[in-house]
């Protein structure tokens, strides 16, 4: 049963974001600590009044100012914040919602990033790699703090892990506002119209939504022209792998990977599993006979190679038409998040999945 937190299996082992496979550690918070949050709390207010509302955006516009549509009051994940201007140091946690920001051209309101799992898309890389990286997985609490953000804003659950020190009470003590991606706010289904909420909504904060509707409108006319290339074809029968040996972990019907295969023109074979991520068997796989495997890509899972060896090596799959036709489709993890991403992977799928529409 999925439990919310994207999990893999063996046997390519990993700890992807939001998995924990050792012991919780125990943050003590070092005298400082006070010292250091009283000085985000007053560096987030004289940058509040030293003319950050003057100084351009990345050059993509003007900033915005606290002036114009706020205080800005959010509901976010049973948490209550209301903003009297947009957040100015923001650090992120996990990679989907630093693309997000970047995508919105607030990288100048980013003080620092972790745990990039997957490559960044080219759009953003030059932005991205501007940002400085906290920490290669999870940051310690501590280490944020150095960084003395205003808000964090995190992707996974696992961005405000209580048993790490870094619960949303935690940050909220010290002076600091959160965010978590609506996908991990307890709902089940997961669906397009989620990303474009989320990215109105983070507009909404930092009060840029006609930039946000711009990057929305974008986002829907690039999934629309995907179906328009696949109208009319017969969907193709899709399994996704993300991980596993004894038995396959992959998407059910609630996650946004199976609303990206359908709009790509496919059918996820396992769409009436009711959740968003699960077990199935072999032997389903095998009767559910799927002409196309979808291959979940993201760091410490094992590569795309060494789960395209491991599914070709097994001889109980030998007979299903995607292993014996090797067609394979390759998705970065964060291509199926709750960010900007998964309207490119509609795009790259439908490719992958309609070849002939795309000549």
Not at 5 to 23: D, E, Q, V
Not at 82 to 103: F, G, K, N, W
Request: charged residues 25%.
């Amino acid at each position: 049963m999925y439990d919310g937190i994207h999990r893999p299996f063996s046997p390519l082992p990993s700890r992807p974001p939001g998995t924990r496979r050792h012991a919780a550690r125990r943050h003590v918070l070092p005298r400082r600590t006070l010292t250091v949050a009283l000085s985000a709390a007053l560096t987030a207010a004289l940058l509040s009044g030293c003319g950050t509302k003057d100084e351009p955006d990345d050059g993509r516009g003007p900033a915005a100012t606290s002036a114009k549509g706020f205080p800005v009051t959010i509901d976010n994940c049973g948490t209550r914040t209301t903003y009297d201007e947009p957040p100015s140091r923001v650090v992120t946690i996990h990679q989907h919602p630093a693309e997000l920001m970047l995508a919105l051209g607030l990288r100048n309101r980013m003080v620092g990033t972790a745990f990039p799992d997957s490559a960044v898309l080219p759009a953003y890389q030059k932005d991205f790699a501007a940002v400085p990286e906290l920490a290669d997985k999870e940051p310690s609490f501590e280490t944020v703090l150095e960084a003395e953000p205003d808000l964090v804003y995190g992707g996974y659950g696992s961005a405000f892990a209580e048993n790490e020190g870094r619960s949303r009470k935690a940050f909220a003590d010290a002076g600091i506002d959160t965010y978590l991606n609506r996908e991990y706010c307890g709902k089940k289904q997961v669906s397009m119209t989620d990303t474009y909420d989320e990215i109105r909504t983070i507009g909404r904060i930092f009060g840029v939504p006609e930039r946000a509707d711009t990057v929305v409108a974008g986002l829907r006319d690039r999934v629309r022209r995907a179906g328009e290339a696949v109208r009319g074809a017969a969907p193709v029968p899709v399994f996704v792998y993300d991980s596993g040996d004894k038995s396959a972990f992959t998407a059910g019907g609630k996650s946004l990977g199976t609303e990206v295969i359908r709009l790509a023109g496919g059918r996820n074979v396992f769409s009436d599993l009711d959740d968003v991520f699960g077990d199935v068997s072999w032997e389903q796989v095998v009767a559910r006979r799927p002409e196309v495997i979808a291959i979940y890509d993201y760091r410490g899972a094992g590569s795309v190679e060494q789960k395209k060896k491991f599914l070709l090596s097994q001889p109980a799959l030998a007979d299903v038409p995607a292993i014996r036709n090797k067609r394979f489709v390759v998705l970065p993890l964060t291509a199926t998040l709750v960010g900007v991403r998964a309207p490119y992977a509609v795009e790259d799928l439908a490719r992958g999945l309609h070849p002939e529409r795309f000549r």
